[in-house]
């Protein structure tokens, strides 16, 4: 008989499909055929969520019994168990020429039903008899009713996490690990330590400060070019001094005291005046450049490795090549 799947469950696995879908582009067909190549690749934790996605977007049968294959070799049995019985609860109802494009997958979605009901593991969370009333358990960040407290239900292998809030909004934290037909009972622990950071703060909410933005790694690109600017401007402003210095003797040389000067003295007067500014300049650009290129090599975020992170799981493709 199939069983309901309520709390710590495959209600997970069905959140699959809210999962970050990173196929080339958002349509049902994409989503299938980025999620089989993954799945074919042995990549699970992304080709799973993808072919749920699917489903989601547009549920066709053989849509879920490949998410169910994908599942399966995924290690994720219980999630993999209700959408087999899922895919033979719309198989009886399909016509009989619909039942002929299907190819065999209800054939193998017994088979792999029937052997995962003695494989998957149970669980039931229970309350402990002195819990304050008002106390809510939730199973890996999923609610527990109150009708699946102490019911035996289908869950994935692998460690979940048994949450008690007590109505003074405290969190109490059970930790448990199932292997493959495991069946447990915990009872969810309402006197372990608090967790301090999940617990709501008391009285009126603090305010906090947003970090401040950070700045763009092109500051540091930027600061060089200030720099560069900076430099430049320096060498032009030494460059036009020295002229200047220059010119200034041949001036002392070729004017005299009545401001009269020969053809070489007038020239070298006018070549120093348009020297002069372009020194000037040089130099005032020059040092601005140079301030801005320190004070954007201060505030440039140093160049860092950003860690990434990827779940995989390994094995061959059983079943069927399923296809849209």
């Known amino acids: ?36 190549a993954e ?10 969520p993808a072919l749920a996605e699917s489903y989601r977007l547009d549920p066709h049968p053989g849509v879920l019994f490949t998410l169910a294959e994908c599942e399966n070799k995924w290690g994720k049995l219980a999630s993999a168990l209700t959408h087999y019985e899922a895919y033979l609860d719309l198989y009886t109802r399909m016509r009989d020429d619909e039942k002929g494009h299907q190819r065999g997958r209800d054939r193998v979605s017994a088979a792999q039903r029937d052997r ?4 998957v593991p149970e669980l039931s969370v229970a309350l402990p008899p002195g819990a304050p009333v008002g106390t809510t358990v939730t199973c890996d960040g999923v609610p527990v009713g109150a009708p699946s407290l102490g019911a035996s239900l289908p869950v994935d292998p692998g460690e979940h996490v048994i949450v008690a809030h007590t109505p003074d909004g405290v969190l109490h934290e059970t930790r448990v690990r199932v292997a493959p037909r495991d069946h ?12 301090p950071a999940r617990v709501a703060p008391a009285g009126p909410r603090a305010e906090t400060a947003s970090p401040a933005p950070a700045p763009s790694p092109g500051a540091r690109t930027a600061a060089w070019i200030a720099g560069g600017i900076g430099v430049a401007g320096l060498v032009a402003g030494g460059v036009a001094g020295g002229v200047v210095m220059g010119d ?7 004017c005299h005291a009545d401001r009269t000067c020969s053809p070489s003295g007038l020239s070298a007067a006018s070549q120093a005046r348009t020297f002069g500014v372009v020194s000037d300049v040089g130099f005032a650009l020059g040092g601005a450049g140079v301030l801005v290129s320190a004070i954007l090599f201060l505030v440039s975020p140093s160049r860092s490795v950003q860690p990434t992170a990827s779940a995989e799981a390994h094995g061959g493709f059983v079943g069927l090549r399923a296809t849209w």
């Open 248 to 254: 200034r003797s041949t001036i002392d040389a070729q």
């Open 1 to 36: 008989m199939r069983r309901s799947a309520l709390g710590c469950a495959v209600v997970g696995a069905l959140a699959f499909a809210a999962a970050p879908a990173r196929a080339q582009g958002g349509t049902p067909q994409a989503q299938f055929d980025y999620g089989l």
């Open 116 to 119: 995962l009901r003695a494989d």
């Open 39 to 48: 799945m074919e690749a042995s990549r699970y934790a992304t080709g799973c």
């Open 184 to 195: 447990r009972a915990v009872v969810a622990d309402v006197t372990t330590p608090p967790l």
